[in-house]
């Protein structure tokens, strides 16, 4: 079976909705625990995959190892598919906010709704205008997993390189 954006969507809303923790908004002190599971998973040392903006292209190196054969398993249960979503969206989250004025922000109880954001002033204008690019963990993996998929480089290194040159607001954690 080859699982796309549209399955995993349907089974994060699942988990969700039949009070799974593997659909539940995720908390940034949480993320290392998914982050320890996926180097074990995708068989990487910490120096692979260490949260540096360099190990983003790792991972969707490795990704791209692993995930075709991961997908067309048919051993794999839908648990296992959102754990390594989880995994897959920690890492990449957690690496954002690491390496650039990144905020991990909880808003509702849906994983659809967990969201790094970055507030930006601009100047310029007689009246503050504060603005905020964000980022869902979910759609963060799920494009990084089907440019995987297509044997092409999602290069989320560049989105964090392109924020982190931004003129960001003081950085305020939000949980």
């Given at each position: 079976m080859?699982?796309?954006?549209?399955?995993?969507?349907?089974?994060?809303?699942?988990?969700?909705?039949?009070?799974?923790?593997?659909?539940?908004?995720?908390?940034?002190?949480?993320?290392?625990?998914?982050?320890?599971?996926?180097?074990e998973?995708?068989?990487?040392?910490?120096?692979?995959?260490?949260?540096?903006?360099?190990?983003?292209?790792?991972?969707?190196?490795?990704?791209?190892?692993?995930?075709?054969?991961?997908?067309?398993?048919?051993?794999?249960?839908?648990?296992?598919?959102?754990?390594?979503?989880?995994?897959?969206?920690?890492?990449?989250?957690?690496?954002?906010v690491?390496?650039?004025?990144?905020?991990?922000?909880?808003?509702?109880?849906?994983?659809?709704?967990?969201?790094?954001?970055?507030?930006?002033?601009?100047t310029?204008?007689?009246?503050?205008?504060?603005?905020?690019?964000?980022?869902?963990?979910?759609?963060?993996?799920?494009?990084?997993?089907?440019?995987?998929?297509?044997g092409?480089?999602?290069?989320?290194a560049?989105?964090?390189?392109?924020?982190?040159?931004?003129?960001?607001?003081?950085?305020?954690?939000?949980?």
């Amino acid at each position: 079976m080859k699982t796309t954006d549209k399955d995993i969507g349907v089974l994060v809303e699942a988990a969700f909705r039949g009070d799974s923790p593997l659909g539940r908004v995720m908390a940034e002190s949480e993320a290392y625990q998914y982050i320890a599971d996926l180097r074990e998973r995708l068989s990487a040392s910490m120096s692979q995959l260490d949260l540096s903006i360099k190990s983003l292209a790792t991972l969707e190196d490795l990704l791209s190892t692993h995930l075709p054969g991961f997908l067309g398993s048919n051993e794999k249960t839908d648990d296992d598919i959102l754990r390594f979503f989880r995994e897959t969206a920690a890492y990449i989250g957690l690496t954002f906010v690491r390496n650039s004025p990144a905020e991990w922000v909880l808003t509702s109880a849906s994983l659809f709704s967990n969201y790094i954001q970055y507030r930006y002033t601009a100047t310029g204008q007689e009246l503050p205008d504060i603005r905020y690019v964000t980022y869902t963990l979910f759609s963060l993996a799920s494009y990084c997993w089907q440019q995987c998929m297509r044997g092409q480089q999602a290069n989320l290194a560049a989105i964090v390189t392109r924020e982190k040159r931004r003129r960001p607001r003081a950085r305020q954690v939000c949980q």
